[in-house]
Nanobody
């Protein structure tokens, strides 16, 4: 069993900043990558940013130049710093992790999501 617990969502004004955090717990061999996706009402879930265990990052279009992802491998945590937010950043943000099992396999795990609302 793997649990991803997110924190840090809420209401933020346009142009403001917000930090999301996610911690993974449970029994697993390791975590290949962690990251964040988001889903706005009526839209598909999309990649915000993700980072591998060796530090390689991939940003979605929404993150470029405004959001920064960071990871602590020792603590199995990942954070997302949102800056210069816009109303279109309003969405439920989901923590994601690619988990390595002790048998050589991998699977994806998701958090329950945290709401980010950008509004004045």
């Amino acid at each position: 069993q793997v649990q991803l617990v997110e924190s840090g969502g809420g209401l933020v004004q346009p142009g403001g900043s917000l930090r999301l955090s996610c911690a993974a717990s449970g029994t697993f061999a390791g975590i290949s990558a962690m990251g964040w996706y988001r889903q706005a009402p009526g839209k598909e879930r999309e990649l915000v940013a993700r980072v591998t265990s060796d530090g390689h990052t991939k940003n979605g279009d929404s993150a470029k130049g405004r959001f920064t992802i960071s990871r602590d491998n020792a603590k199995n945590t990942v954070s997302l710093q949102l800056s210069s937010v816009k109303p279109e950043d309003t969405a439920v943000y989901f923590c994601w992790a690619r988990i390595r099992t002790g048998y050589g396999g991998v699977f994806d795990s998701w958090g329950q999501g945290t709401q980010v609302t950008v509004s004045s």
